[in-house]
């Protein structure tokens, strides 16, 4: 697979990458008959939107250092990539804090960053996995008794972030990470 569609992968994919995990009630009026189930699950009132960057680092006339972004539609080994996630509320109702989840993926082909991600705060809580199913806060182990051990930042196969605080209507937040193409 070329580096052009593992990009486009990503970002047709982190579609499917945000749970929002808000419950549903049905009101009933106390006299009337209990209504059947619903099997339609509520729209999802979350709305992605991704920006890939190629991330360089170029030396300005006074000798400084800066970075620089380029909107990535391919790339090759050895450059790293900065994925944008903005997570929108279009829904009309404030949805309860801790219950939207917004996941990056690292791909096969692709190391994570370490300290690129959008850090923990009163706001967010961001998380890491090993190995894209069990999450938690640096440090992650791995493993039993003598064989116990920290997983790097470069063996990370997905961040997560939870967000700490209600999420108004239109309300928008960013979540970013990077990773490295091998």
Do not use: C
Request: net charge negative.
């Amino acid at each position: 697979m070329s580096y052009r569609s593992l990009i486009h992968k990503f970002a047709m994919s982190l579609v499917t990458l945000v749970a929002v995990l808000v419950g549903t009630a049905v009101a009933q009026d106390a006299g009337a008959p209990a209504a059947p189930a619903q099997a339609t699950p509520p729209a999802n009132p979350i709305a992605l939107r991704t920006e890939i960057y190629i991330v360089s680092l170029v030396t300005l006339d006074d000798g400084t250092r800066e970075e620089r972004f380029t909107a990535a539609t391919s790339a090759i080994p050895g450059q790293v990539i900065e994925y944008r996630i903005f997570a929108t509320n279009t829904g009309e109702t404030t949805l309860p804090a801790g219950r939207i989840q917004v996941l990056g993926p690292v791909q096969d082909g692709m190391e994570f960053v370490a300290g690129s991600a959008t850090p923990s705060s009163e706001r967010v809580l961001t998380e890491f996995s090993a190995d894209g199913a069990q999450f938690g806060v640096q440090p992650i182990l791995v493993g039993t008794s003598e064989n116990r051990r920290v997983v790097e930042p470069a063996e990370f196969k997905a961040v997560r972030w939870t967000l700490l605080v209600p999420m108004e209507p239109g309300q928008e937040e960013p979540f970013f990470y990077r990773v490295t193409l091998l």
